[in-house]
């Protein structure tokens, strides 16, 4: 996809490192217009690493503001649809098949304020307070930053709260139930860090049928791996600091002077429900060797 739009980007890179390398404000501010009116994607983005020219660019002063604010106006635009592409593949192309069929978000989406009230939409009348009030705040949560049109938004909230109800109707606390379950979709669609469920919904990526029989933890995902990432560096850490308090011992012999003076320690250097490896210094000549 897109040979030519890399080729044209990266001539444009390159006069850009020229310009800003001859300090020509007007040339760089007209280049960075150009870029502004590119219908970037990630694959470019990722082809032709002109994020990274901008980014310097950005940082160089003497350019003058009107080129650093451009540039950050850039860089920001496109990390937001580069994250949302890629949010977009691993939903709906696991097999790295090509996305050219998918809806892009176009190259610039000026996002606005989004409720059902500023809308103006009319949601279906369900004979309840709850159930209304529940829709509207699944609506709410659906439609934070998103360019689907009012309609669909509806449609989709309306299935979902609709899917929730027929879960706990008949069953027992189903009240409570239900409550608790859209405030664990709402909670998690409308969440900041977690911008790639409410994209994937919206757009159509994941189903609402999916969406209803998920858990807060497959919801929250991104936010359980980061969790689970940072335990595991704390316990490699914890390794790391018992170096300095070696155990002495005489189990292991030194392939080198055959010797079975030996200090170790033990280390989580894979996944945490793996075998910690064994690190062991010799005393006597500092060989060092290590096993699982
Ligand atoms: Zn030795």
New binding site residues.
């Given amino acids: 996809m897109g040979a030519s739009e890399a080729k044209t980007l990266l001539q444009m890179k390159r006069h850009l490192q020229a310009a800003a390398q001859d300090g020509k404000k007007a040339q760089a501010l007209d280049l960075l217009e150009q870029l502004d009116a590119f219908d970037m994607n990630a694959a470019l983005l990722k082809e032709t690493k002109i994020g990274i020219t901008v980014n310097d660019l950005r940082k160089q002063n003497a350019l003058g503001d009107r080129v650093t604010t451009l540039a950050k106006k850039l860089l920001l635009r496109w990390k937001t649809s580069y994250r949302q592409d890629a949010a977009g593949k691993t939903a709906s192309a696991p097999s790295g098949g090509s996305t050219s069929s998918q809806p892009r978000p176009a190259g610039r989406v000026e996002l606005r304020e989004r409720s059902m009230k500023l809308d103006g939409v009319n949601p279906p009348p369900l004979n309840s307070q709850l159930r209304e009030r529940c829709l509207e705040m699944l609506y709410n949560a659906i439609c934070m930053d998103s360019d689907v049109d009012a309609a669909k938004l509806l449609d989709m909230s309306a299935t979902l709260e609709r899917l929730i109800h027929e879960e706990f109707l008949d069953a027992q606390g189903g009240e409570a139930k239900y409550k608790a379950k859209i405030r664990s979709l709402y909670s998690n669609l409308k969440d900041k860090e977690n911008p790639e469920l409410r994209y994937r919904i919206s757009q159509g990526y994941l189903s609402v049928t999916a969406l209803a029989k998920m858990s807060a933890l497959d919801m929250a995902s991104r936010e359980r791996r980061r969790d689970m990432e940072k335990a595991k560096s704390e316990a490699m850490k914890d390794a790391q600091t018992a170096q300095s308090s070696q155990s002495e011992t005489d189990m292991f012999k030194?392939g080198?002077?055959k010797?079975r003076k030996t200090k170790y320690y033990q280390m989580q250097t894979r996944s945490a429900d793996e075998p910690m490896t064994t690190f062991v210094t010799?005393v006597?000549?500092?060989?060092r060797w290590k096993f699982c």
């Fill in positions: 030194c080198k002077c010797q010799c006597n000549c500092g060989n």
